[in-house]
């Protein structure tokens, strides 16, 4: 009983966390904006939102998607949504559109910057110069598109479908998760005892990211790039099967 208080409660956590990060948005977008990184490069400078995507990069070897379940502003957006939408995004070959964009999006960037002849200054406020991105009207616009993209999303396609289908962080997590299985890292990850599972399907009804978890249990294989580490599945187990754990997995 103590257990569930506390799973409940981490839930809790997380969400009040994703909402704050929401409400933030208005300050750190252009921290986390795939065009300030490239108005950066075409001046040879690194801005804000190169240094963020090279933390979560390097985040992601050692903590998984972690990142786009407790701290993304999107996050907070998108499980906001459940509320009018609450079907589970389609995935399968889908998820692979985010990983067009983000092809053509850093071959944008290498382009970019070298026809500025490279990266020869450091400027973490570059388009930012007050510290707040939305500080002047035009912001507005840009702040407003972002979150009608994701909302209109969530709204039509299900859960969390931005994180599956146009989320240009999301494959630097996914790429460094892919090294860290190739290197057989310790890194914070998801373990289950299948022999305790009593198949209630509770896990794949829980999960924001419209994972089979309930298959993946069976299956023995709990590493799945769309898994945010988000730990529903982990808190909502009546047979406590799930587990979060920190090795080097199998
Ligand atoms: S919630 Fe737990 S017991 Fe139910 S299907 Fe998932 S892993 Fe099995
Ligand atoms: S599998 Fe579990 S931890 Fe991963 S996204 Fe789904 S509910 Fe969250």
């Given at each position: 009983m103590a257990k569930a208080k506390e799973q409940a409660r981490r839930q809790r956590i997380r969400r009040a966390v994703i909402l704050l990060s929401l409400?933030?948005?208005?300050?750190?977008?252009?921290y986390l904006s795939p065009y300030v990184i490239i108005d950066g490069a075409s001046q040879g400078i690194i801005n804000g939102s190169f240094l963020v995507f090279v933390l979560l990069f390097l985040s992601s070897l050692f903590l998984g998607r972690l990142w786009c379940s407790w701290v993304c502003p999107a996050a907070g957006l998108q499980e906001i949504c459940f509320a009018v939408n609450d079907k589970s995004a389609r995935g399968g070959k889908l998820n692979w559109i985010k990983w067009g964009?983000?092809?053509?999006?850093?071959?944008?960037?290498?382009?970019?910057?070298?026809?500025?002849?490279?990266?020869?200054?450091?400027?973490?406020?570059?388009?930012?110069?007050?510290?707040i991105s939305v500080d002047r009207p035009e912001a507005y616009f840009i702040y407003y598109t972002v979150v009608v993209v994701f909302l209109v999303l969530a709204w039509t396609a299900g859960r969390r479908a931005g994180c599956h289908y146009i989320c240009w962080m999301a494959p630097f997590m996914i790429f460094g998760r892919k090294i860290r299985n190739v290197f057989k890292w310790p890194s914070l990850r998801l373990k289950a005892d299948a022999d305790k599972c009593i198949d209630c399907k509770r896990c794949t009804r829980n999960c924001p990211m419209s994972l089979d978890v309930n298959a993946m249990v069976r299956a023995s294989a709990m590493e799945n790039s769309e898994c945010i580490l988000c730990g529903n599945c982990v808190d909502g187990c009546p047979e406590n099967v799930i587990t979060y754990s920190f090795s080097a997995g199998r």
């Open positions: 409400l933030l948005f208005p300050v750190t977008m252009n964009i983000w092809i053509l999006w850093i071959a944008i960037i290498a382009l970019v910057v070298i026809s500025a002849g490279g990266y020869r200054a450091i400027n973490l406020l570059h388009l930012t110069d007050s510290g």
